[in-house]
């Protein structure tokens, strides 16, 4: 069903980052300040977060490392109202207008982090191709492969906060790990299921799997996927 529209949930923030990345030549020497409305559209619902608060400045890397490992939906609306030029809608656009140029035409984003919305839906297609967009970036390689990263003190974490990579096959310690796994992005919402997008390279080759609409069955179906890319089965056809 590589062609069937399903809501994406965060893996969404793959294309985030990267229009983000693209859009920002130093985002480690970028400051960015979280806007007074950056909480509305959340109230009244349970959110993966950072705790960032109204008013707080991080860099652009700061924020990007927040989405890409703690999957952090207020610092994806964050970076997309700063390069939206305070209208996060026009970044999301801007999202739509990539997504048609790198040829994910069954794509359409209403909001930059991936909660449902009826309007806000790709496929496993198009997903793989904006995957294979973003990993050309090695920065987007950097960030999405990156096992923990520590925030900045804030005023809900004054001591700084930690962050862990939660896609399961970038840990060597973890029994779903894989080997060769450069960057990916884990997502899960009730009505997405879980959504997972995984990037490998080996012997030269980079393979993409995309699942979407699992019942917690992603990890083992994106191994058989990358199983199957890295050792194709034989094919044996009859002499006649």
């Excluded at 009730?190 to 030269?204: P, R």
């Amino acid at each position: 069903n590589a062609d069937e529209r399903r809501s994406p949930a965060s893996i969404t923030k793959i294309m985030t980052m990267a229009l983000a990345l693209e859009m920002c030549e130093d985002p480690a020497n970028t400051y960015v300040t979280a806007p007074s409305y950056i909480w509305n559209e959340f109230e009244g619902i349970s959110i993966s977060h950072c705790d960032i608060q109204r008013g707080e400045t991080l860099t652009m890397q700061d924020l990007l490392y927040g989405m890409a490992l703690q999957s952090a939906n207020e610092a994806a609306n964050i970076v997309a109202d700063y390069l939206g030029n305070g209208s996060i809608s026009d970044f999301v656009e801007l999202m739509n207008q990539k997504a048609q140029e790198i040829g994910a035409v069954n794509t359409h984003f209403t909001n930059p982090h991936g909660l449902n919305d009826t309007n806000h839906y790709t496929t496993p297609r198009d997903m793989a191709l904006i995957a294979r967009a973003a990993f050309q970036n090695d920065t987007v390689k950097t960030v999405a492969s990156t096992r923990t990263y520590t925030l900045p003190p804030t005023i809900k974490n004054p001591s700084g906060l930690t962050v862990t990579m939660g896609h399961k096959m970038l840990n060597p310690s973890d029994s779903r790990y894989y080997p060769g796994v450069i960057g990916g992005k884990t997502g899960y919402t009730s009505k997405a299921g879980n959504t997972l997008v995984t990037a490998v390279e080996k012997d030269g080759v980079r393979l993409i799997a995309v699942v979407m609409k699992s019942k917690s069955t992603h990890y083992t179906d994106t191994k058989a996927l990358l199983d199957y890319g890295i050792h194709p089965p034989t094919m044996y056809f009859p002499l006649i």
